[in-house]
């Protein structure tokens, strides 16, 4: 009932102390309350707590309270369960984020054959007039339905705190898919920054260089080409000529090792539409200084964290409504405008079809 209406644990309780007091006590069942609280607990023995060292980003040992799931496979199955999805060909999505000060490891459990976009998803809030309940409907893979499986507040992103993360929740008894920003990623897949010669996750091309027949990566040729730079030289600054993996890929899961890191890593919708939309934005601001006028008239301001840019839903509510910046766009500023079209086109059909 609870879930169905979606009422939080405080609604629930005062509507049941309601009834009570208008049907008197037999009307609802004695110890409900510490019932209802005892079944929040269903996965509280999957959960441990500790005190890690883990390391800041000099290298130094700082020790943080850490919570996580250490049987994430059981964890698994136990949700599926309760949601009566046995048999469902279910996959599963590992995130890992440094989100207010807490670096967190997440999970989404969803079905790939019953995706429904989130445009044909009824609202998760019922007006009135549809009645308790009528509302909820939630992605499988969206924030209303994530689980976190572990948590260490004010842990830096390093390869050895992600490291420490992993093979607590015991995630080689999984196979997943994992969502990550660009950093995160090349953390978790033993590669180096973004500054790297070699820095793009998916394949082995170099930086700012378009190769057409760049050889994609692997778990296997990430892990290889480490191990070659140990063997062959040991020296940080040989690591471009082992195409900049310089450690084991943490995301070895039960996933073949000749897979493409593609096939495993998604490419980050959000961040790469964040990127795109800001680069167009600022680059077009050069050339055109009235282009404030347009984020201006939707009352769309700029945070001012992460330099200063546009966030996810300013950046929607400007790609929904490119008709305003084509009535005051010069025509020799077309090239903005069509790329503008084009890049939101490709949005929708990557939201519908995510």
């Known amino acids: 009932m609870q879930i169905n209406a979606s009422l939080s644990d405080r609604q629930l309780f005062q509507m049941l102390r309601d009834i009570r007091l208008k ?57 599926l369960l309760l949601r009566g999805d046995m048999d469902v060909n279910e996959e599963d999505k590992i995130g890992f984020d440094d989100g207010k000060q807490v670096l967190k ?11 429904l976009p989130l445009q044909f998803l009824p609202s998760s809030r019922a007006t009135r007039g549809q009645g308790i309940g009528t509302g909820l409907k939630f992605s499988d893979t969206g924030v209303n339905k994530l689980f976190i499986l572990a948590a260490a507040p004010k842990t830096p992103e390093t390869y050895g705190n992600c490291k420490i993360f992993l093979q607590k929740t015991l995630m080689k008894n999984v196979k997943f898919h994992f969502a990550a920003d660009l950093k995160m990623s090349n953390i978790c897949l033993g590669i180096m920054t973004h500054a790297a010669l070699h820095p793009c996750p998916y394949c082995e091309g170099k ?10 990566r692997t778990l296997e040729t990430i892990s290889d080409n ?39 890593v998604p490419p980050p919708a959000l961040h790469i ?29 700029k945070e001012k964290y992460h330099g200063h840019t546009f966030e996810g839903n300013e950046c929607n509510r400007l790609l929904k409504n490119l008709d305003m910046l084509a009535k005051m ?26």
């Open 105 to 115: 490891l997440t999970l989404s459990v969803y079905d790939p054959e019953n995706r």
């Open 226 to 264: 480490f191990r070659k730079w140990q063997e062959e030289s040991g020296k940080k600054s040989t690591l471009k000529n082992y195409y900049n993996c310089s450690n084991e890929p943490l995301l070895i899961g039960e996933h073949d090792l000749s897979t493409p890191v593609l096939n495993i």
């Open 207 to 216: 930086k700012n260089v378009f190769e057409q027949d760049s050889s994609p």
């Open 273 to 301: 539409k964040l990127g795109i939309v800001n680069k167009l934005y600022s680059e077009l601001l050069k050339l055109f200084p009235r282009l404030d006028e347009w984020p201006q008239s939707l009352y769309i301001t």
């Open 329 to 354: 766009l010069p025509e020799n500023l077309s090239n903005f405008l069509n790329a503008s079209l084009l890049f939101e086109k490709q949005c929708m059909h990557v939201w519908v079809t995510a």
């Open 23 to 79: 049907f008197g006590r037999q009307s609802i069942e004695s110890y409900v309350k510490s019932i209802l609280t005892e079944r929040k607990s269903i996965f509280s023995d999957l959960f441990s707590k500790e005190i890690i060292h883990f390391n800041d980003s000099k290298d130094k040992p700082i020790p943080r309270p850490f919570v996580f799931c250490y049987d994430t496979q059981e964890f698994i199955d136990r949700i």
